[in-house]
């Protein structure tokens, strides 16, 4: 009889599905996958080396970009390092801020996750409406820090500014223009909060949407059902967070178990899932987008309700407004000092997880009283899952790979760093 | 810290009594060191036994303290020294390859660091264990009692060169295929060695000596002054007035 080798196939770093840059050294058996190798590191830009020349407040731009669909909360994870070392008391109106933005941020992840894993899997639609809305989000994070993605919003004692009075609107153009410009500008004539508004009525009726084209569907759910399952203790031993581990039915969500910013303020449920599938992560993540939109109303209506400052008013840390540093000499000491030197942190060592939407994303900061972190580790939560794609793929078949990158929700900004 | 992560640092210290180095009282909780040849043995204890359960280890990073509380501009006193001295310092990111400061000799250089969470007593727990010898620092992996581990082991050596004994399949992992060195060591530069281009010529991607210099804007200070006790008693009075 004729004997029959394994193969081996490279899957990436240039496959469309392969979300970015991972090379996957695949070891076949026929269509069935043996073993899977991810050769990671091809976007490794050394963030955290970089961050040990710089002042800190010179690394936050850094942070949008590690995972770079969920931006905001990267930075949060880690100014809240920053302030935990430095013991400043954020001001509460800017922690609802950050809960706001980190639920937006949720929604435009899981939205980008949806479109694209929906993409990957044969459906096409999915990924279109999904980008509709991730647009109107995106024009938040212009309004409030005038970048759409790179926001670096966030800053040690608070938030750069204060949400804006006027919604920005799209002026006339050759393509935008008379009926299809008043359609476009229709929720955008009052405040960001009002436009918020308008966003978070409509959002419900639009994940349904979504739902109707996935949910029942035949062929998304043979590509999902009983695909990739991880048991509840292959969860906890690879270290895996966020829908991956609820996915698997562990009640456990940082916004809940260690609140951080402003969640011990607001209701919202956490959904889990049964037969830790595919599948079961998709609801997962569908529930958690109406969650996040349930956050982002409660937010909305609370800082309607309470004006007040957005960042603390210490100018060893934040600098003092322009028009004071005109006219006060100390003022603009402190804002010279700041944005030459920037500010000492006392030595000692701090973990700050946020639960970004991927799961536990965290910054460990050393600092030995410089002006700059001794040492920087971000924990990406990409990372730890994708270290389990051996044990999770092996025995599927290759399309299956696909669904299971797409269920990891690897983003290689992070995973890289 | 809370009165009962202070309890718990306490309990640590009593447990692990011959086990450990000390217990620090971080800001988030307590940070054990442990002594290396028992960190495989501590570890198994936090994981395994009922008051600890860490069923999750979250993150593992290493650490090279060399230079650690070094600054390139002394502002403890009055002096001549301007700002822009400061900048011909020769702190990290400031020397290239060939510069690079010979490794100085430093007691318990390199270290793991684990971060450990219990989801059974919602609770975390940072573990240190520095490698003994500095030229070839080797440190019990723990793979064997945490999976999710094996790549933060392997990141950890390819970063810091720090040997985990035991793993099971210790490759380099965010570098490039056949680097040299370590790229996140003090004494490695931030402007790196080679760097990679495309040559039209010879039709192939070809590696080369890095052309640019190291530049560092900001110089290294470190700062003890009272203006953290401020910002603390500032934010402490804003929590009394709650």
């Known amino acids: 009889m004729q004997e029959i080798r394994n193969y081996t196939i490279n899957f990436g770093p240039q496959h469309p599905a392969a979300h970015g840059v991972l090379r996957l050294v695949l070891e076949l058996d026929g269509e069935t996958v043996m073993r899977a190798d991810p050769h990671v590191g091809l976007l490794h830009r050394g963030t955290e080396k970089l961050a040990e020349s710089k002042p800190y407040n010179q690394s936050i731009g850094y942070m949008d970009r590690l995972d770079y669909v969920s931006m905001m909360c990267n930075e949060h994870a880690y100014v809240r390092a920053i302030e935990q070392l430095l013991g400043v008391a954020v001001p509460e109106r800017a922690q609802v801020i950050r809960t706001l933005f980190d639920e937006i941020t949720r929604i435009l992840n899981h939205l980008m996750w949806l479109g694209s894993n929906a993409l990957d899997l044969g459906a096409m639609t999915l990924f279109l409406y999904a980008f509709r809305e991730r647009e109107e989000l995106m024009d938040c994070y212009e309004a409030v820090s005038g970048a759409r993605m790179h926001a670096t919003y966030y800053r040690p ?19 935008t223009k008379g009926k299809d410009l008043k359609r476009v500008n229709a929720w955008r004539e ?74 011990d303020k607001f209701k919202f ?28 109303k409660q937010c909305v209506a609370w800082l309607r309700a309470n004006p007040g400052p957005v960042m603390v008013q210490n100018y060893k840390v934040a600098p003092p407004k322009r028009e004071e540093m005109k006219n006060d000499m100390e003022a603009l000491i402190h804002h010279f000092k700041l944005f030459t030197e920037g500010y000492s942190v006392p030595a000692g060592e701090v973990y700050a997880a946020v639960e970004a939407p991927k799961g536990e994303f965290g910054a460990y900061i050393i600092a030995d009283g410089a002006n700059k972190p001794f040492r920087l580790k971000l924990r990406a939560p990409g990372f730890a899952h994708l270290s389990a794609m051996d044990e999770i793929a092996t025995g599927h078949m290759l399309p299956d790979v696909v669904a299971l990158i797409g269920t990891f929700d690897v983003v290689f900004g992070e995973i890289d760093r | 810290m809370s009165d009962s992560e202070i309890r718990f640092s306490d309990r640590l210290r009593e447990r692990f009594a011959d086990q450990i180095l000390r217990v620090i009282d971080s800001v988030d909780g307590p940070t054990v060191e442990i002594k290396t040849e028992c960190w495989l043995e501590v570890a198994r204890a936090l994981r395994d036994e009922a008051e600890f359960r860490f069923e999750q280890a979250v993150d593992l990073c290493g650490v090279d303290y060399l230079g650690f509380g070094e600054a390139e501009w002394d502002t403890s006193d009055v002096s001549g020294e301007g700002f822009s001295r400061g900048v011909e310092g020769f702190g990290p990111g400031r020397f290239n390859w060939s510069e690079r400061p010979e490794a100085a000799h430093k007691e318990q250089r390199y270290a793991v660091v684990v971060h450990l969470l219990s989801l059974a007593h919602n609770r975390r727990v940072r573990i ?68 990679v281009r495309y040559d039209a010529e010879k039709q192939r991607v070809i590696y080369e ?34």
């Open chain 2, 209 to 242: 000596p890095v052309s640019i210099e190291p530049r560092v804007g900001v110089p290294r200070v470190v700062r003890d002054d009272a203006r953290y006790d401020q910002a603390r008693s500032e934010s402490a009075a804003r929590a009394a007035g709650k």
């Open chain 1, 157 to 175: 004692g608070g938030v750069y500014r204060d949400l804006p009075a006027q919604m920005p609107k799209y002026r006339e153009s050759p393509w």
């Open chain 1, 269 to 296: 449920q956490i959904p889990i899932g049964k037969n830790g599938d595919c599948y079961d992560r998709y609801l997962v993540r569908v529930e958690e987008m109406r969650q996040s939109n349930h956050i982002i």
């Open chain 1, 190 to 263: 009052g405040s960001m909060l009002d436009f918020l508004d308008a966003f978070t009525d409509d959002f419900p009726k639009r994940v349904d949407e979504y739902e109707t084209l996935l949910t029942d569907n035949r062929i998304w759910k043979q590509r999902t059902v009983g695909i990739g399952v991880v048991s509840p203790e292959q969860a906890l031993a690879w270290g895996m967070t966020g829908p991956m581990l609820r996915g698997s039915g562990i009640e456990w969500d940082l916004r809940r178990k260690q609140p951080y910013a402003a969640y």
């Open chain 2, 128 to 195: 240190r264990c520095f490698a003994p010898d500095e030229g070839l620092p080797v440190v019990a992996s723990l793979v064997g009692l945490w999976r999710g581990l094996n790549w933060f082991e392997r990141e950890a050596f390819d970063l810091f060169g720090i040997l985990f004994e035991g793993h099971p399949d210790l490759r380099r992992i965010l570098t490039d295929y056949g680097f040299v060195g370590h790229p996140f060591r003090k004494d490695f530069p931030l402007i790196g060695n080679v760097e």
